[in-house]
């Protein structure tokens, strides 16, 4: 009945009915997932416990300020020394404006929200040792004009000469014309010229400075150095969860978990890395380690979040099909650097706020920082990759992926020789309860594997973005949270319903 | 020597060497371009005094909010009275990244700024009456991907044919097939079928969720309900000025109005209509009208910073170049209108966060806030129109604007019903002091007006976003402010260069 309800009302309404009358429900993992689990079943009346490897909260919902520790499967632990308030956060840095359940999260825990600039016109490409304009930095609004101006202006043409296989009438076709001249800036013969779309080489200003305009790139500059190639020019931000608008957490993402840590903080046992999970026959007993050595704890039921290589080397007793899932469900390799620089040459010298500038080298990615704009210092992403470049990058020690990251990026930006400070960099698939950035599931996974996770299997639930469409975005585990939420407290009212001295109503 | 300095330096540099000696300078107008003139010319030792029509700073640079009063020339003084804390911007509301002045003073007078979200995907075109998808609200992001996967599919198809007139080399004709499909979503037949990135019917989620997508909508139906016309379709975000990142000052535009005004406090006269402005042989003779009667000041030197519609009713002896340039040079018409709101039914029931929708009808658009996203009430901008649109609505009194900004929003938005509570609208062009929204040059009118007000005559110096190539835009004021009183202390210390008694270095 409870998800007959939820199924009805919008994601952001929750009012689940019944009581779980203090049921004992062990959760593995400290994250969003795990932490919402404990505050969602809290609410409903059931025990929690949340045994959380780490002696922080929040997975990789995290935040790297002053402070912060880090070691990875083969690097020692290093602690980060940042400014105060200054911060870039290693994992989900983005909240796309259609995912209610972490906007309504963040509403209902008081963590205010900013816009998160993504898309930014004055942001780079950048094509190392690639065709003529190998390593010149291109503001974006050039490339995406340019090639805009060029396929429109084809088209046209072939429209002119009647040559388009389109079918359109007569009329329509008229309509399309106009509609390419002014989605291309095309002039009134149909070609495209400079446009002052693609920005100013002097900026119009007052009395006789009208602005001056550069050439246009040339097409064929423009594909033989790469900037049309779908791997490299930005299709991204059409992508549905990469429109604008998007946010993030004002002061750092880790600001969603420490909230939802206040709410479940009683219910914590930090440092406490689970060795074992033995689904009983009426319930489940959980193997941790601590400081104080081997620990088991009982409950009636388990939620497990660990993410699935990790999970993986936790001794079990679970059915041949939860195994195999398991061990065959993927997950990527992805890493990031913050670098922290003592003037925001980016905004003062270049006119980029915010936005993300695209190399076709290893660092993938430079992000601007979408908060304090117009401040003193700041903290920018210096790479974030994914797959085989976050592999070469992982593999470096710290100081060499600090060195990699200059050394590429003060090809777009000198300024780093004279304002770089200091920096800090993860590599989620080589960091110990994670070792990898998010579940990326083939067709085939996807079929074969991932329905075992969504049932429970007896006494142990599943939840985490691992178990959604919604991977690598924090909504995952939000909507995970409460799906397995629900169908744990289904099964609890409906099983007390058969006895008649319970209080579930309807 | 100081406008030779003033060149080379970067935009924000503004280093003017020599003194101004307590020459006796009247401004008139304490909007941004009048108050900035005063606060750098006081810098330089120059005694100011600012005459100001109205009861407060900043013309149009307003951000209406409880208390504020307007009246317009055929129409009765209102006063606002929204909720504390809600504000919406009746003039400038954006700040494009690279109005680097902007920006500079900004930073220079201690205004925070925050982002502007100008592009949002979710927000809406809206045809009314017109063609298959007349009266329905279609997402931003829907229109844009169809229009681009059917723009793409066509050429590609017709570039498989061998059709297109492009003199691509075969190599570069396949690059451009793959760059085509990537930017179009289309499908691995080269066809554009229904994509995510034109959202859902129902959102991914959690377990057996994956989405449901829509199908796209038919291009017929996109071009006869005008979608792809120019004047609708919105290329605006592809112009220079609208690209993102954009900016506003935090709690309101006028913030920076106010900023200014705390500098040059003791140089202001308010309530000081000018209704004469004449050259004397050594000199300059400003008369105006304030609550004691006819009042007359002398200065040295005059910068007249009125709108030229309301200069032009201004008795003058000025030459008859500049008389005619203040005559012919056109002001459009504008306006708009906020609308408070109980509840931001845009942000809680459509994911709509900032961001604007456009609609063929008198609204023209319909601005969301960019400030205070999750909180409780909001006001939108219900109207913002230009020329035809804005003169026929500005022709209707206050409350039958709001009628009409409430009949056709909630043609969009039904809940306008249950949620409004009360508006305030301002007509640029019914407004006493300003009698248009901003300079709008032709070919004809740049060339052959424009020019004579760049220079002074005799003792008056005109600025203003009107005397720039960034008209509408604070950035204008700016400039122009900067300009003038480059040149207005370039004749000072040049003139005084030439007695040796006086301290001007270099």
């Known amino acids: 009945m409870a998800l007959g309800m939820l199924k009805a009302a919008p994601a952001h309404a929750y009012n689940l009915e019944g009581k779980g009358n203090g049921k004992r429900v062990i959760i593995l993992g400290a994250g969003l997932a795990g932490m919402t689990c404990a505050y969602e079943l809290t609410k409903l009346g059931y025990n929690c416990t949340v045994l959380e490897a780490r002696e922080r909260t929040g997975g990789r919902c995290w935040s790297i300020r002053n402070g912060s520790k880090h070691g990875e499967l083969d ?42 600039n993504n898309v930014n016109e004055s942001a780079y490409y950048y094509a190392e040792g690639k065709g003529p304009l190998s390593n010149k930095k291109i503001r974006n609004r050039e490339v995406h004009n340019d090639i805009r101006g060029y396929m429109t202006e084809m088209m046209a043409k072939t429209m002119d000469h ?11 076709a008229e309509k399309v ?5 002014a989605e291309g800036g095309l002039d009134i013969d149909k070609l495209y010229k400079a446009s002052a779309r693609r920005g100013y080489l002097e900026s119009p200003g007052a009395g006789n400075r009208p602005g001056k305009i550069a050439d246009p790139n040339k097409l064929a500059d423009l594909i033989h150095s790469g900037l049309m190639d779908p791997d490299f020019y930005n299709v991204a931000e059409y992508t549905y969860e990469l429109q604008m608008t998007m946010f993030q957490a004002l002061g750092g993402m880790d600001q969603i978990a420490k909230a939802l840590e206040k709410k479940v903080a009683p219910m914590l046992k930090m440092s406490a890395e689970v060795t074992a999970i033995t689904n009983l026959p009426e319930g489940v007993k959980i193997t941790y380690k601590d400081a104080k050595g081997e620990q088991v704890i009982n409950g009636d039921m388990c939620i497990c979040t660990l993410p ?5 080397n936790v001794n079990n007793n679970f059915s041949p099909e939860v195994s195999k899932a398991i061990d065959f469900i993927s997950y990527n390799q992805t890493g990031k650097i913050g670098l922290q620089f003592k003037r925001r040459f980016w905004e003062e010298d270049e006119n980029i706020y915010g936005g993300i500038t695209h190399t076709n080298n290893d660092l993938t990615q430079i992000f601007y ?15 974030y990759n994914f797959n085989e470049k976050a592999e070469r990058v992982g593999e470096l020690s710290f100081t060499d992926r600090e060195k990699l990251a200059l050394q590429k990026g003060r090809l777009i930006h000198p300024q780093y020789d004279q304002e770089f400070e200091r920096s800090f960099s993860v590599s989620w698939h080589k960091t110990k309860y994670n070792q990898g950035g998010w579940a990326v599931y083939s067709n085939t996974t996807r079929k074969d594997y991932y329905p075992a996770l969504l049932k429970p299997d007896k006494n142990v639930y599943f939840a985490g973005e691992h178990l959604t469409y919604l991977n690598a975005w924090m909504a995952g585990a939000f909507e995970s949270a409460r799906s397995v939420v629900a169908s744990l407290h289904g099964r609890v009212t409906e099983a007390r319903v058969a006895y008649p001295d319970t209080n579930v109503k309807g």
Chains 1, 2 share one sequence.
């Open 75 to 116: 690097k020692p632990a290093v602690t980060a020394s940042f400014d105060e308030g200054l911060y870039f956060n290693a994992g989900p840095s983005r909240i796309p404006h259609h995912h209610q359940l972490t906007l309504h999260y963040c509403k209902e825990l008081g963590v205010p929200i900013q816009v998160y």
């Open 162 to 172: 009647g040559n388009l296989d389109a079918g359109l009438t007569k009329e329509d």
């Open 177 to 181: 014309i106009e509609y390419l001249m």
């Open 308 to 312: 699935l290589p990790v999970l993986s």
């Open 369 to 383: 920082p979408s908060y304090d704009y117009l401040s003193k210092k700041g903290i920018l992403i210096g790479y």
